[in-house]
């Protein structure tokens, strides 16, 4: 049976809020930041910590569309457009493993200019005047789809003046509620000699780690519908977008939320149905149904896609 996506045609946004909770135990061990550490802070009488941040979820939600052991897409994604960079014959990596996506160095820094050239063409004409957003969603879909969902910025001035960017249709992060700090430490012991220079390695060397317990861990989710149909493109894309962007979810929340080495998270409830927020009462479909249906809606939009570009890195 087709997914039913008719309960999200009025939307504006689709939201989910899912309960998580460390897979043994109570702690859990928080992102941080240089120079800040856990980031903490106070909302109303409640003390809320930044488990995994914006930018994280979105490495991880492209992540789980990638195969690391053929280094290629998932076999239900086959048909989708992203770059692949080669060197020296070999897999190097692509845009959907890199950071900024179709703006990754190894992409437009390469010696290999000739798909340089091919995306300045296609983009020439949003040098000048107001960005014509659906140009530019048309050639990210058909070189980069997943930088339709989670933004891109194309910073080159010979890429129409490095003056086009879309944020992210898709975001995502992982909050927790009412924490405290779980104080704990060890030693690295030395039994060869406890007393030796620290400062090269040797010797007993103490240490103390803040892991954190939490009330609540919870992990939101964020597709701005409004966003994708502002694209510009036809209901096939649409409908392939909103799907992809279905799996992405469900494959990481099925999948291995080990975050870090002392974080290693869980459903609250595996067994509970997940149901958005917004709009109330659409279920998040299975992992089974969505591989399903992606083939036969990545095939609805083939012609739009150039599939896999392969880029040659050299320095």
């Given amino acids: 049976m087709s997914i039913d996506l008719t309960p999200l045609k009025n939307a504006r946004r689709l939201l989910f809020s899912v309960p998580l909770k460390p897979i043994q135990g109570t702690r859990f061990q928080p992102t941080g930041f240089p120079d800040l550490g ?21 490495n991880r939600l492209e992540a789980v569309c990638w195969d690391d052991a053929v280094n290629d897409l998932r076999p239900p994604l ?8 080669e060197q020296d014959g070999e897999y190097l990596t692509s845009s959907i493993m890199e950071a900024h996506r179709i703006n990754s160095p190894y992409i437009l820094e390469s010696k290999d200019r000739t798909f340089f050239e091919t995306l300045k063409a296609d ?3 949003l040098a000048e005047g107001p960005i014509d957003r659906r140009a530019l969603a048309a050639a990210l879909l058909r070189y980069d789809v997943n930088s339709l969902l989670h933004g891109v910025f194309l910073a080159k001035s010979d890429l129409a003046g490095g003056r086009l960017r879309l944020s992210r249709a898709l975001s995502a992060f992982i909050e927790a509620e009412g924490v405290q700090v779980a ?21 007993n060397v103490p240490f103390h780690r803040e892991e954190y317990t939490a009330e609540k861990i919870t992990a939101y989710f964020n597709l701005d519908l409004s966003q994708i149909r502002g694209y510009g493109l036809d209901e096939a894309v649409e409908r392939m ?16 939320l080990r975050l870090r080495t002392a974080c290693d998270l869980t459903l609250g ?5 997940i149901v958005a927020d917004s709009p109330a009462g659409f279920a998040l479909p299975s992992l089974q149904a969505l591989e399903a249906e992606l083939p036969q809606a990545i095939a609805a939009c083939k012609d739009r896609m150039a599939g896999v570009t392969t880029v040659v890195y050299s320095k």
């Fill in 183 to 203: 104080a704990s430490g060890g030693v690295k012991n030395d039994h060869v000699n406890p007393s030796g220079d620290r400062s090269k390695g040797f010797g």
């Fill in 38 to 58: 856990a980031a903490v802070y106070q909302a109303g009488d409640k003390t809320y910590l930044l488990v995994e941040s914006a930018q994280s979820m979105a």
């Fill in 241 to 256: 977008l909103i799907l992809l962007a279905l799996y992405k979810i469900r494959a990481l929340l099925d999948g291995d």
């Fill in 123 to 125: 983009v020439a004409r």
């Fill in 78 to 85: 086959k048909g989708l457009s992203y770059i692949r960079v």
């Fill in 269 to 273: 409830d595996p067994t509970a149905p």
